[in-house]
């Protein structure tokens, strides 16, 4: 069945050094829709980025991504961390027909200074 | 824009009670969904239900209970409350567009305390 993976549980960073957390997946639909979601502390997770388009970069609020097929990954980026990006990261995969995601169990970014 | 609201915000039950957590919302989304976050477990799905009065099931539906008289309410019953359990439920929504669920908005949680 279609499951994702994020391998880091715990990623701690200083700031200013890049992001880089990890996301996987396993899909037998070859429409597939990846998801980043970000869940500070005290608030609601919302969308960080989304993408179905292969080898298309996706940005926003200093965060990237690209979706690559051929490797069934969908990293996330940033070139320089913040303080105010230490929170969980979630990963999730939907496909046309399913009315569902499937999430990764999380990474929790801590930046430090 | 719109608001997903979670009620309580707190929910703090003894072992073997029945518990009620309720979700609103006003987006006019289709499908609307429980999750339960646990660290280091991810969000694990509960119910959800893709229209009003329906059902499904997710990988963690025993134990619970789900309602959706209404397009913009689900409500979530805990059974019977397991002692020490202790979790954030997440309530969420989405449109349908082009026959898939898309973006999930999410409300901010209610945090559960079994004594």
């Known amino acids: 069945g279609d499951s994702v993976t994020q391998k880091e549980g715990l990623v701690t960073l200083t700031e200013g050094l890049p992001v880089m957390l990890n996301c996987t997946y396993q899909?037998?639909?070859?429409?597939?829709?990846l998801f980043w979601y970000v869940h500070y502390l005290n608030e609601s997770p919302r969308l960080l980025l989304k993408s179905s388009t292969d080898n298309k970069r996706t940005e926003h609020q200093g965060f990237h991504a690209t979706l690559h097929k051929s490797s069934s990954s969908f990293h996330l980026q940033k070139s320089s961390a913040q303080l105010s990006d230490s929170a969980l990261y979630y990963c999730?995969?939907?496909?046309?027909?399913?009315?569902?995601?499937?999430f990764g169990k999380g990474t929790s970014l801590t930046v430090i200074p | 824009g719109g608001i997903i609201t979670q009620t309580p915000k707190f929910l703090i039950g003894q072992e073997g009670q029945k518990l009620t957590l309720k979700c609103q919302q006003n987006f006019n989304h289709d499908t609307m969904y429980w999750y339960r976050q646990d660290s280091g477990k991810g969000l694990r799905l509960i119910y959800y239900?893709?229209?009003?009065?329906?059902?499904q099931k997710g990988d963690l539906s025993e134990g619970y209970d789900a309602s959706r008289e209404k397009k913009s309410s689900f409500s979530l019953t805990v059974t019977s409350a397991q002692k020490n359990e202790m979790a954030v439920f997440l309530c969420?929504?989405?449109?349908?567009?082009?026959?898939?669920?898309?973006?999930?908005?999410f409300g901010s949680g209610t945090r559960l305390t079994v004594l």
């Open positions: 999730a995969l939907s496909h046309t027909g399913y009315q569902n995601f499937y």
């Open positions: 969420a929504s989405s449109i349908r567009l082009g026959g898939h669920a898309e973006t999930l908005y």
């Open positions: 239900s893709i229209t009003e009065n329906d059902l």
């Open positions: 899909t037998i639909y070859s429409n597939a829709f």
